[in-house]
């Protein structure tokens, strides 16, 4: 069964700082998620994974997939209040049955 | 516009009885997938489906109940066998072919009273 692992599950950042969450999954898989959701909404997307070494970058936030290692990472550069959120990873497992990880909790302290 | 939509934002439960959480998409996508997200916590998947009268029991079925008889379509309902059902329900959807991103619904919040 298709088991995935988020860390760290929170995460209290100054502004300006950089940090790394990563996403390790049990399968192989040929698509990885990265979302984000603030508090009380549903789940936005930000990058959709499909091959070893894609790399995918919106504003400060980048997302890389190593599927040989089976691991995905969310960086953030120079992190901003906005940003504070919760960062969810999901994998599609062998029967398409998407499976998320538990979630890190992002703080951006001014 | 193309979406996937979920009914009612807001739904309140007695005890002991069934209601359905409605999920509707106009994106021509293949597979439908229910979530539960308990306060904090991430998402667990009940149910999903990949193509037309047929879906998967997920990692917490029990307690519920889904159908696929449309496309476009994957209600999820919740019995009375489900002890806890206070939670926050959300449906995605996404193409198989294209292997695209995942859209989800805005949420239903289910609470027992």
């Known amino acids: 069964e298709l088991k995935v692992e988020q860390n760290p599950l929170f995460l209290s950042m100054q502004e300006g700082k950089n940090y790394t969450i990563y996403c390790n999954y049990s399968?192989?898989?040929?698509?990885l998620y990265w979302y984000r959701q603030d508090p009380g909404k549903s789940l936005e997307s930000l990058f959709v994974?499909?091959?070893?070494?894609a790399v995918k970058q919106e504003g400060r936030l980048m997302a890389s997939l190593d599927t040989k290692a089976r691991l995905s990472t969310l960086h953030i550069t120079a992190a901003v209040h906005d940003l504070s959120a919760t960062y969810f990873c999901?994998?599609?497992?062998?029967?398409?049955?998407?499976?998320f990880g538990a979630g890190t909790r992002l703080t951006v302290k001014p | 516009d193309g979406g996937i939509t979920q009914s009612p934002k807001y739904l309140f439960r007695k005890e002991g009885q069934n209601v359905t959480l409605s999920c509707e998409q106009n994106?021509?996508?293949?597979?439908m997938y229910w979530y539960r997200q308990d306060p904090g916590q991430g998402l667990r998947l009940i149910y999903y489906s990949q193509i037309v009268n047929d879906f998967q029991k997920g990692d917490i079925a029990e307690g519920y109940s889904v159908s696929r008889e449309k496309k476009e379509s994957f209600p999820l309902t919740v019995t009375s066998a489900q002890k806890n059902p206070t939670a926050f329900y959300l449906c995605?959807?996404?193409?198989?072919?294209?292997?695209?991103?995942?859209?989800f619904g805005q949420g239903t919040r289910l609470t027992v009273v």
């Open positions: 399968t192989t898989s040929d698509r």
């Open positions: 995605a959807s996404t193409s198989l072919r294209t292997k695209a991103e995942a859209f």
């Open positions: 994106l021509n996508h293949d597979a």
């Open positions: 994974l499909l091959s070893n070494g």
């Open positions: 999901a994998v599609d497992g062998n029967n398409n049955d998407m499976r």
